[in-house]
């Protein structure tokens, strides 16, 4: 096969690394924000479960997520007889994928999202308190701002989501990776893994650019 072939082949995975890179940050972000909120509130019962699952997930490799993800619940006979919507969802590759990298990423992204709100400086939380707004409307005017400020940090995260998707090809989800597998399982050539390398290059290469754009944006502010 040429190196044309070669590319056209693994370009057939890009769909499904793609769909899984934009579910999974979009996911994430959402619950991260939620969970983030939800810290602030300094109740032990919300706020010690929290803390529980970012150790759970951020201690924890992501590889060993899916798998436990995809392969645990089969060891359990009653969702299989009992709870049929429930299983053909974790029955479903690509959802199990999806699930492990929304729920590893938002426990990063939590951490990211919070440490912000954390660092939001004291004079704007006793500003807001003066002025007579309760926590909610304060977290309205503090929350756009600290996300704002930490757009660098999670720029990164959304790196890792990107290349986190090539685990999906470990429980048999045909993204870029599996393609790489399936060629260099037939043809065992060096260039199949370069051009691999190539792809991912080029996705990251274009987000950190839109991650740049945005975050110049959002602090054009400070620029004034």
């Given at each position: 096969?040429?190196?044309?072939?070669?590319l056209?082949?693994l370009?057939?995975?890009?769909?499904?690394t793609?769909?899984?890179?934009v579910?999974?940050?979009?996911?994430?972000?959402?619950?991260?924000?939620?969970?983030?909120?939800?810290?602030?509130?300094?109740?032990?019962?919300?706020?010690?479960?929290?803390?529980?699952?970012?150790i759970?997930?951020t201690?924890t490799?992501?590889?060993?997520?899916?798998?436990?993800?995809?392969?645990?619940?089969?060891?359990?006979?009653?969702?299989?007889?009992?709870?049929?919507?429930?299983?053909s969802?974790?029955?479903?590759?690509?959802?199990?994928?999806?699930?492990?990298?929304?729920?590893?990423?938002?426990a990063?992204?939590?951490?990211?999202?919070y440490?912000?709100?954390?660092a939001?400086?004291?004079g704007?939380?006793?500003?807001?308190?003066?002025l007579?707004?309760?926590?909610?409307?304060?977290?309205?005017?503090?929350?756009?701002y600290?996300?704002?400020?930490?757009?660098?940090?999670?720029?990164?995260?959304?790196?890792?989501?990107?290349?986190?998707?090539?685990?999906?090809?470990?429980?048999?989800?045909?993204?870029?990776?599996?393609?790489?597998?399936?060629?260099?399982?037939r043809?065992?050539?060096?260039?199949?893994?370069?051009?691999?390398?190539?792809?991912?290059?080029v996705?990251?290469?274009?987000?950190?650019v839109?991650?740049?754009?945005i975050?110049?944006?959002?602090l054009?502010?400070?620029?004034?």
């Amino acid at each position: 096969m040429s190196l044309m072939d070669y590319l056209l082949t693994l370009l057939k995975g890009l769909p499904v690394t793609l769909s899984l890179s934009v579910a999974g940050i979009i996911t994430a972000c959402i619950f991260a924000i939620g969970l983030s909120l939800l810290l602030t509130s300094n109740r032990w019962y919300i706020t010690k479960p929290i803390k529980a699952y970012i150790i759970a997930f951020t201690g924890t490799p992501l590889l060993v997520q899916l798998f436990l993800i995809y392969y645990g619940p089969a060891q359990f006979s009653f969702i299989k007889d009992n709870l049929p919507t429930l299983w053909s969802l974790l029955s479903s590759p690509w959802f199990c994928a999806y699930l492990a990298l929304t729920l590893n990423s938002a426990a990063y992204t939590t951490q990211i999202f919070y440490g912000a709100l954390k660092a939001v400086p004291n004079g704007q939380w006793q500003a807001c308190a003066a002025l007579g707004m309760n926590k909610i409307q304060t977290l309205k005017i503090v929350l756009p701002y600290a996300l704002k400020r930490a757009l660098s940090s999670y720029s990164n995260e959304v790196i890792f989501v990107v290349k986190g998707t090539a685990l999906a090809s470990t429980i048999t989800l045909m993204d870029v990776m599996g393609y790489n597998q399936f060629l260099n399982g037939r043809y065992y050539d060096f260039s199949i893994l370069i051009l691999t390398g190539c792809i991912y290059l080029v996705i990251n290469g274009l987000l950190s650019v839109i991650m740049r754009l945005i975050e110049r944006r959002a602090l054009r502010f400070e620029r004034i």
